[in-house]
């Protein structure tokens, strides 16, 4: 089993639909959990960061993490165009002493279509 | 604030050239540096970090190598080039131990 599992889609919408992205995990070690959007041809940029299970929105943006169940979920509603790209879940985290490195899921590309 | 420079933003290369990509970061000090690769369908892998000048972690045995000759300067190289090295090539610092930054990227091409 992967640490870290997302689902690649790719996903397709239109505009002003409501996006659900996820990503699962196996380590209970993790309490760190972020979201990155990466624009094609570029370097991934941070958009969410949660520490430990709950929720936390930024605009139309919501992050919601559930320790419990090892699930972690991105929300964007009202989706633009601009929000088409590819969206990366993260997550690390400290326990017994030692470091969990920054785990990466693949991606999921979405498109949102004017 | 802090800032993440990469440099060149494209390359294209012959097999068996060598290899040169220079990542500087402003703003911090003592950071933690990352390479990263990301291949097409394939997400980022971590190839090498570095927690302070001259101290070198790899992640993957490969043919590439990295450098930190300066605080805030991160150095990826090759000697000969693989076409398998083709790719998207991101450098990244770290704050604690919760989020990462990244830079622009390098794009390669091994022809």
């Known amino acids: 089993q992967k640490e870290v599992e997302q689902d690649p889609g790719p996903l397709s919408v239109p505009e002003g639909a409501i996006v659900s992205l996820n990503c699962t995990y196996s380590?209970?070690?993790?309490?760190?959990f972020m979201w990155y959007r990466q624009y094609s041809r570029k370097g991934p940029e941070l958009l969410m960061y949660t520490y430990s299970s709950g929720n936390k929105e930024d605009g139309r943006f919501t992050a919601q993490v559930d320790k419990s169940s090892k699930y972690i979920s991105l929300f964007i509603r009202d989706s633009q165009p601009s929000d088409s790209a590819t969206y990366l879940c993260a997550m690390s985290g400290v326990s017994g002493g030692s470091n969990y490195k920054l785990t990466f899921g693949k991606g999921t590309l979405l498109t949102v279509n004017p | 604030s802090q800032t993440i420079h990469q440099w060149p933003a494209t390359l294209v290369q012959p097999v068996g050239s060598p290899l040169s990509l220079e990542c500087t970061v402003e703003?911090?000090?003592?950071?933690?540096l990352y390479w990263y690769r990301q291949a097409a369908g394939r997400g980022l892998q971590l190839l090498f970090y570095s927690v302070g000048i001259g101290q070198i972690s790899s992640e993957v045995p490969q043919n590439l190598s990295a450098s930190r000759p300066q605080d805030r300067q991160f150095i990826l190289s090759s000697k000969k080039l693989l076409l398998s090295d083709s790719g998207f090539y991101l450098c990244a610092w770290e704050e604690g131990v919760e989020t990462q930054y990244f830079g622009p990227g390098t794009r390669l091409l091994v022809l």
């Open positions: 380590n209970s070690a993790f309490q760190y």
């Open positions: 703003g911090t000090s003592n950071p933690n």
